[in-house]
């Protein structure tokens, strides 16, 4: 099967060049300039032509960071990896990095065929997965050199959620030396957990049980703090470290000051930390449910830092901690009691989108666009190379993306399996025109041609990020 996309601008995270992309099954095979001999020489053997012209021809977007089918809070989250992967084609995503969960008492092996069993054959995208490591013991840390030989080659550790996930100091320290030694990258939710339980019944006890007062205890100085801690936890260590979600910048200044070190520390943000605010959590009646996630959203004065730290790089990658639950069955168990609110929000579909909203409002180049979306994550968590370019040799994850289009968010025409939209009614520019995953075109003209089971696992190298 010969395809050629013809007329567009092909972006990299490198370099924009006018150029045609040929593609023979599931590789990209070459690249030529736009009316060059070469180039045209393509299309007398293609099987099919696709023409870009005016458009933007863009890797496939790499989502690091999500949770499909995870239980959380007495409920599991609303998308499957069938609905979750195919909304994320929707949204120009190709790829997704998703967390095997390790029970307490169980083993990590059980925890991520737990997860390959509920995503095998239901994929529209390729996957691939994260360890969460909620039980270090000495069976564990040796498991996760086995797991790293096998292609997972990153665990996440958890400093909030005290009784669930929560991990020690002492246990932290000892998975990150292992990850030292056997080439791993840890992962951590950097929360103060202990402190904001304290500060959550406290404000209970006060009769403050509305949703904004999930953002109110999650302090922004208990992100910051346990960011710190983290950092130096890992220097003892000596591994490297990936902070996830990252929304203060408090934290960020913490991430900024061990990136001008020299150390080999990095983190995350998400969309909704770029575009909603507490505003949004306060909104009247129980509609702010409907933004509690952690860590929490927070002051929209934070976002202005947001954006400075993507285009300083002391962000590294944008992702969305897509983990999405249903307003009208799953948000309303918290009526009554912010800490029984499932957390987590909607966003897969909405990432590569709302990043170049970001380019278009002067925040970051096209370039950086595809370097926080595309690149960085491939390169973060051992993909790139396959993933995350438009190169010889890469999958044929291409996305055709129209520049000029314009578009409405909500939840009637979303593709996610949740009852409402976090940025409902919010006008954007640009949109999906096509999308191939491995060659196979997935997305064209407004209509999906794929199904479950398109998507393949993919086996990660170590991290190809490192200083």
């Known amino acids: 099967m010969r395809t050629v996309i013809q007329n567009g601008l092909v972006i990299n995270s490198s370099d924009e060049l006018r150029a ?9 095979v070459a ?33 690091a960071h999500t949770h499909m089918e995870m239980p959380f809070g007495g409920t599991v989250a609303a998308d499957t990896f069938e609905t979750g992967t195919r909304a994320a084609a929707w949204g120009g995503t190709t790829t997704i990095v998703d967390f095997a969960i390790q029970q307490k008492g169980s083993s990590l092996r059980e925890g991520l065929d ?20 909620s039980d270090v013991n000495d069976q564990s840390l040796k498991e996760m050199d086995t797991l790293v030989g096998e292609g997972v080659t990153s665990f996440k550790l958890f400093m909030a959620y005290p009784g669930v996930l929560y991990s020690d100091d002492g246990q932290i320290l000892r998975a990150m ?31 403050q049980t509305d949703p904004k007062y999930h953002g109110v205890v999650r302090r922004e100085l208990l992100e910051s703090e346990a960011t710190h801690r983290a950092i130096q936890l890992a220097r003892v260590a000596g591994s490297p470290l990936y902070i996830v979600h990252l929304s203060a910048s408090q934290a960020l200044d913490e991430v900024a000051g061990a990136r001008n070190m020299g150390l080999n520390v990095f983190a995350e943000t998400c969309p909704q930390y770029l575009y909603l605010s507490t505003e949004d959590l306060a909104k009247p009646g129980f509609e702010g449910s409907k933004y509690v996630c952690s860590t929490p959203l927070r002051p929209m004065e934070h976002q202005a830092q947001l954006w400075k730290g993507l285009r300083t790089n002391d962000l590294s990658v944008v992702s969305t901690d897509h983990c999405p639950f249903c307003f009208n069955d799953q948000k309303v168990l918290g009526i009554g009691d912010f800490t029984k609110i499932p957390n987590g929000l909607p966003g897969v579909e909405n990432r590569m989108d709302l990043l170049h909203q970001g380019v278009v409002d002067g925040h970051i180049s096209r370039r950086r666009w595809v370097e926080i979306a595309c690149a960085t994550p491939a390169r973060m968590f051992g993909l ?36 409402y939209s976090c940025y409902e009614g919010k006008r954007i ?10 060659g196979r075109v997935l997305i064209e003209g407004n209509a999906y041609h794929g199904r479950k089971g398109d998507g393949a696992y993919v086996p990660r190298e170590t991290c190809q990020y490192l200083t």
Not at 180 to 185: A, C, F, H, I, T
Not at 190 to 201: Q, S, T
């Open 31 to 63: 690249l030529a300039v736009t009316g060059s001999e070469l180039a045209s020489s393509w299309t007398a053997n293609a099987d099919k032509v696709i023409d870009a012209t005016g458009k933007y021809v863009l890797p496939g977007g790499v989502d």
């Open 384 to 419: 790139y190379g396959r993933k995350g370019v438009l190169a010889p040799g890469a999958d044929a994850d291409v996305v055709i993306y129209d520049p000029k289009a314009e578009q409405v968010l909500s939840a009637e025409t979303h593709h996610m399996a949740v009852d």
């Open 20 to 28: 045609d992309v040929l593609i023979e099954d599931d590789k990209v």
């Open 114 to 133: 737990a997860w390959h069993a509920k995503a095998e054959s239901q994929c529209a995208i390729d996957y691939a997965f994260h360890m969460i490591v």
């Open 429 to 438: 520019t640009g949109k999906v025109e096509t999308v191939l995953s491995r």
């Open 177 to 207: 030396q292992r990850a030292g030694d056997n080439g791993g990258l840890i992962m951590m939710h950097a929360e103060n957990g202990i402190a904001i339980d304290v500060l959550a019944a406290q404000a209970l006890e006060r009769g």
